[in-house]
């Protein structure tokens, strides 16, 4: 940006605000692409306790859902319905005995890191935003 500057100021009096406006973005743009780094995450795959037979019911639930939506018949409801409250009940039971073996073993190990890692991610604290200056009166 500090090689751009000089230029941009050089020449902006001549231009429009309607052609200074593109220049500026169009070289801002490319500062982004080149220096903000991408990340795409994938929140559901990484979990420890999907199971690939769990991902593809995952899948075959998203495409029930979209067969549904565009067909809005109600036998196409009623069967993505009854596939997503199986599927959430497997999930949460895998999930509910991935958690108990994991803490289980912590314990038999005699290591508790896990059993406080699971209670601290459980708090659901809500302080809010503390004052940014505090004036003494």
């Known amino acids: 940006m500090n090689n751009f500057t000089p230029t941009f100021l050089a ?11 593109p220049f500026l973005k169009e070289h801002i743009s490319l500062l982004m692409s080149i220096y903000i ?15 690939a037979e769990q991902r593809r019911k995952s899948g075959r639930k998203h495409r029930l859902y979209s067969k549904a939506k565009s067909s809005n018949d109600p036998g196409s409801w009623s ?5 997503k409250r199986s599927t959430a009940k497997e999930q ?3 999930r509910w005995q991935n958690l108990n073996t994991v803490i ?5 190990d005699n290591n508790t890191r896990p059993f406080w890692k699971f209670a601290k991610a459980q708090r659901q604290d809500n302080f809010g935003i503390p004052p940014l200056k505090h004036f003494h009166s």
């Open 11 to 21: 020449a902006y009096l001549n231009r429009s605000m309607e052609e200074n406006w």
């Open 37 to 51: 780094p991408c990340e795409t995450t994938s929140k559901r795959q990484n979990l420890p306790w999907m199971t």
């Open 79 to 83: 069967t993505f319905e009854q596939f």
């Open 92 to 94: 949460k039971r895998a």
């Open 104 to 108: 289980q073993k912590g314990f038999e």
